[in-house]
C-alpha cells in the first residue's frame, strides 16, 4: 500500500536561511506527487505537484522540490525563508482509486522561522 | 468565487449527539471528499462523492456518513459522536478522478470537540 513519510516533525529555521524539507514515498507505480501548505487556522493549499518530465518541479512562494525515483524522495526546498513561510507543510501521493483522485498525505512538518 | 466553504467552523458536542457539517463549492466540481486530521497523523480520507447522487468510503469511515444530494454540496454526519471523532474536518473538491490532471482544493476545516 502507499505511504507517505516526513522524518521531520518540527524544523526550525532563521529568516533568510535555506530550508529543505524531507519526504520519502512507497508506491508500487509512477507517482504523483504534492506538497500542500497549512497556514495556522486555514485550509491547506497546494504548493507544487510533479506527475511526470522535469524531476525538478517549481511551485508558489518560491518553492521547488525534486523528485528523486532512486531514493524514493521528494523533498521541498526553498532558498531562503520569509518570517510568512511559517506554516505546516504536508507531502502527499496521490493515486487514482475508485474513479476518484485519493491523496495519501506524511505526518506532516511544521515550520518555525525565527526572526 | 468562495471556492470550498464549510459550516460551522467550531463545534462541542456531547458523547452521543448527532450532527451534521456542510460541505459547499463553487467550482462546479465534480469529486468531493472528506478527510478528518489528528496531530502527527497527517489527513485520513473519511468518505468521497465521484458525482451528485454518488458516496464512496475512504479510509477511515466508520462512525460517519454522507450524502451528495446536490453537485455543489456534500455533508458529513455523525449519528452518535464519540471522543474518538474530535478532530479537524477538511473538505476538498476537484473537477476531475486523475490526480496527474487536477487538484484537490480545500476548505478552511472545522474544528470538532466531543467531551
Known amino acids: 500500500a502507499q505511504s507517505v513519510t516526513q522524518p521531520d516533525i518540527h524544523i526550525t529555521v532563521s529568516e533568510g536561511a535555506s530550508l529543505e524539507l524531507r519526504c520519502n514515498y512507497s508506491?508500487?507505480?509512477?507517482?504523483?506527487l504534492f506538497w500542500y501548505v497549512q497556514s495556522p487556522g486555514q485550509g491547506l493549499q497546494l504548493l507544487l505537484k510533479y506527475f511526470s518530465g522535469d524531476t525538478l518541479v517549481q511551485g508558489i512562494k518560491g518553492f521547488e522540490a525534486e523528485f528523486k525515483r532512486s531514493q524514493s524522495s521528494f523533498n521541498l526546498r526553498k532558498p531562503s525563508v520569509h518570517w510568512s513561510d511559517a506554516a505546516e507543510y504536508f507531502c502527499?501521493?496521490?493515486?487514482?482509486?475508485?474513479?476518484?483522485?485519493?491523496?495519501?498525505f506524511g505526518q506532516g512538518t511544521r515550520l518555525t522561522i525565527n526572526p | 468565487n468562495a471556492g470550498v466553504t464549510q459550516t460551522p467552523k467550531f463545534r462541542v458536542l456531547k458523547t452521543g449527539q448527532s450532527m451534521t457539517l456542510l460541505c459547499a463549492q463553487d467550482?462546479?466540481?465534480?469529486?468531493m471528499y472528506w478527510y478528518r486530521q489528528d496531530p502527527g497523523m497527517g489527513l485520513r480520507l473519511i468518505h468521497y462523492?465521484?458525482?451528485?447522487?454518488?458516496?464512496a468510503k475512504g479510509e477511515v469511515p466508520d462512525g460517519y456518513n454522507v450524502s451528495r444530494l446536490k453537485k455543489q454540496n456534500f455533508l458529513l454526519g455523525l449519528e452518535s459522536a464519540a471522543p474518538s471523532q474530535t478532530s479537524v474536518y477538511f473538505c476538498?473538491?476537484?473537477?476531475?478522478?486523475?490526480?496527474?490532471?487536477?487538484?484537490?482544493?480545500f476548505g478552511p476545516g472545522t474544528r470538532l470537540t466531543v467531551l
Open positions: 508506491y508500487g507505480a509512477t507517482p504523483y
Open positions: 462523492s465521484v458525482g451528485e447522487g454518488t458516496t
Open positions: 476538498a473538491s476537484s473537477s476531475h478522478g486523475s490526480p496527474s490532471t487536477d487538484t484537490q482544493y
Open positions: 502527499a501521493v496521490g493515486v487514482s482509486r475508485g474513479g476518484a483522485q485519493k491523496l495519501v
Open positions: 467550482m462546479n466540481h465534480e469529486y
